[in-house]
């Protein structure tokens, strides 16, 4: 018995010593904040947690958004035993022990078993693949929690047996719902301004606006014109929170960027750029660096970049983007910083056209649909011995033999000499390239020799 009061009163203590974040975690489905698409009346994880008729479920979503606070909900309400595990820390070991007890539960008591794996994206191929048989046989149903793209990694077959649930950032409703929460449990007022900042920098994670306000609420304390007793004690009543509260508590938050973020901000730096908006450049490009993103990886994007959207209206523009890649490779961080700065500024100024891009796309469109045709004999290698027997090269008339420096000839096979793939815009110096085009399109001047007689016959081939 007196094991039993002295667990209690530690429990009890532990629990008044945890974090705010871990304090104020909901007991119900009524208290928990946000996710209504997933947790209103009626909803569909909603409908399966109160009926104790979940099957594996994968939740996916960013840090503080509810995924660890869902499964212990889950855990005081199924009729099923509840197992944990962190898949930082679990082996396949640590899963067939897992597996073999739920399995005597099922066979000695009829009892279920739900397996809570946090962080299931650090598991491995191999202990995904331990895993799977149990939950594809039911032995297990499984609650997957992860804050990276199941999609890319979770194994198919895995993801394949449990059901998506993705969990949003909260609002900005429901981080202050939650802030008035803390304020109530840590007998603390906040002001307007303190609580915007807060709100806004929380960027939909609960569990860090729970911690940056107890972090504020602590410095808060700390005011000269705090009540005090007589012996310096502050005296137990409403504390006030200040702008310059918050803000110290923010000061060290960490910049969130996983394999999700990744694709996400790199798609939005080049649309960006493709844009015109430098300024939005510039900030993609700042958020990268700052979250640690490979140099390289930015520059071989801007390098594709340079032709697929800029292409002929500025070739000035692939040349930058070439030596800003060089320059990442030879001087390095943080110095590279400025040379892909340089790059994205002038990539996203420059006059766009995906006109380059297009055209290939049309040409490969030709050559897998339509029939390829053949080598026109007159521009056909004439360098072997025995090639021009089979006449090959006879009728090439040599550019540099007229004075334009250009002759009106057959280039492709016949079957394709009517099809256009390449049509330049009015932007940039493609302008002057369209004038050129059409300029010969007319022009049409009489053909020269029947063959070249050019020194440097390795032009005619």
């Given at each position: 018995?007196?094991?039993?009061?002295?667990?209690?009163?530690a429990?009890?203590?532990?629990?008044?010593?945890?974090?705010?974040?871990?304090r104020?975690?909901?007991?119900?489905?009524?208290e928990?904040?946000?996710?209504?698409?997933?947790?209103?009346?009626?909803?569909p994880?909603?409908?399966l947690?109160?009926?104790?008729?979940?099957?594996?479920?994968?939740?996916?979503?960013?840090?503080?958004?509810?995924?660890?606070?869902?499964?212990?909900?889950?855990?005081?309400t199924?009729?099923?035993?509840?197992?944990q595990?962190?898949?930082?820390?679990?082996?396949?070991?640590?899963?067939?022990?897992?597996?073999?007890?739920?399995r005597?539960?099922?066979?000695?008591?009829?009892?279920g078993?739900?397996?809570?794996?946090?962080?299931?994206?650090?598991?491995?191929?191999?202990?995904?693949?331990?895993?799977?048989?149990?939950?594809?046989s039911?032995?297990?149903?499984?609650?997957?929690?992860t804050?990276?793209?199941?999609?890319?990694?979770?194994?198919?077959?895995?993801?394949?047996?449990?059901?998506?649930?993705?969990?949003?950032p909260?609002?900005?409703?429901?981080?202050?719902?939650?802030?008035?929460?803390?304020?109530?449990?840590?007998?603390?007022?906040?002001?307007?301004?303190?609580?915007?900042?807060?709100?806004?920098?929380a960027?939909?994670?609960?569990?860090?606006?729970?911690?940056?306000?107890?972090?504020?609420?602590?410095?808060?304390?700390?005011?000269?014109?705090?009540?005090?007793?007589?012996?310096?004690?502050?005296?137990?009543?409403?504390?006030?929170?200040?702008?310059?509260?918050?803000?110290?508590?923010?000061?060290t938050?960490?910049?969130?960027?996983?394999?999700?973020?990744?694709?996400?901000?790199?798609?939005?730096?080049?649309?960006?750029?493709?844009?015109?908006?430098?300024?939005?450049?510039?900030?993609?490009?700042?958020?990268?660096?700052e979250?640690?993103?490979?140099?390289?990886f930015?520059?071989?994007?801007?390098?594709?970049?340079?032709?697929?959207?800029?292409?002929?209206?500025?070739?000035?523009?692939?040349?930058?983007?070439?030596?800003?890649?060089?320059?990442?490779?030879?001087?390095?961080?943080?110095?590279?910083?400025?040379?892909?700065?340089?790059?994205?500024?002038?990539?996203?100024?420059?006059?766009?056209?995906?006109?380059?891009?297009?055209?290939?796309?049309?040409?490969?469109?030709?050559?897998?649909?339509?029939?390829?045709?053949?080598?026109?004999?007159?521009?056909?290698?004439?360098?072997?011995?025995?090639?021009?027997?089979?006449?090959?090269?006879?009728?090439?008339?040599?550019?540099?033999?007229?004075?334009?420096?250009?002759?009106?000839?057959q280039?492709?096979?016949a079957?394709?000499?009517?099809?256009?793939?390449?049509?330049?815009?009015?932007?940039?110096?493609?302008?002057?390239?369209?004038?050129?085009?059409?300029?010969?399109?007319?022009?049409?001047?009489?053909?020269?020799?029947?063959?070249?007689?050019?020194?440097?016959?390795?032009?005619?081939?």
């Open positions: 018995m007196a094991d039993d009061l002295f667990a209690a009163a429990e009890d203590r532990l629990t008044r010593q945890a974090p705010l974040a871990a104020l975690r909901p007991r119900t489905l009524d928990v904040v946000g996710q209504e698409h997933l947790l209103g009346r009626g909803r994880l909603r409908a947690i109160e009926a104790d008729r979940l099957s594996s479920v994968i939740l996916w979503g960013p840090p503080g958004t509810g995924k660890t606070s869902l499964s212990q909900l889950i855990a005081n199924t009729a099923k035993a509840f197992e595990l962190s898949a930082v820390t679990a082996s396949v070991k640590d899963v067939r022990e897992v597996a073999g007890r739920a005597d539960r099922l066979g000695e008591r009829g009892q078993t739900i397996l809570f794996l946090d962080e299931v994206h650090r598991f491995n191929k191999a202990q995904q693949d331990a895993l799977l048989p149990s939950v594809e039911g032995l297990l149903t499984l609650i997957g929690a804050t990276e793209n199941p999609f890319f990694e979770v194994n198919p077959p895995l993801l394949s047996r449990s059901t998506l649930f993705r969990l949003e909260l609002s900005g409703g429901a981080c202050t719902q939650l802030v008035r929460r803390g304020l109530e449990v840590e007998n603390a007022t906040i002001d307007d301004d303190a609580l915007t900042l807060l709100v806004e920098r960027n939909g994670d609960g569990r860090h606006v729970l911690t940056s306000l107890e972090v504020a609420v602590a410095i808060a304390h700390e005011h000269p014109d705090a009540a005090r007793d007589e012996d310096g004690r502050i005296v137990d009543e409403l504390v006030r929170v200040r702008v310059d509260d918050v803000e110290a508590a923010l000061g938050k960490a910049l969130r960027y996983g394999r999700d973020d990744h694709f996400d901000v790199i798609s939005a730096f080049i649309k960006s750029i493709r844009g015109s908006d430098a300024d939005a450049g510039l900030y993609w490009l700042a958020r990268m660096l979250a640690g993103e490979d140099a390289r930015i520059a071989r994007r801007l390098v594709i970049l340079a032709s697929e959207d800029i292409g002929m209206a500025d070739s000035l523009s692939l040349v930058v983007a070439d030596a800003t890649a060089r320059a990442v490779e030879f001087v390095g961080l943080p110095e590279a910083q400025l040379n892909l700065a340089h790059c994205v500024v002038h990539l996203a100024s420059a006059p766009k056209s995906n006109r380059v891009t297009v055209a290939l796309g049309r040409a490969v469109a030709d050559v897998r649909e339509r029939p390829g045709g053949e080598v026109p004999a007159h521009l056909r290698d004439a360098h072997y011995r025995g090639a021009k027997s089979l006449g090959h090269g006879q009728g090439y008339d040599y550019p540099h033999d007229h004075p334009e420096g250009w002759v009106d000839q280039y492709r096979p079957e394709l000499e009517d099809r256009v793939y390449y049509e330049p815009s009015d932007h940039g110096a493609e302008q002057r390239v369209r004038t050129r085009m059409e300029q010969r399109s007319t022009a049409r001047p009489a053909a020269g020799p029947a063959a070249s007689s050019s020194p440097d016959e390795a032009a005619t081939s």
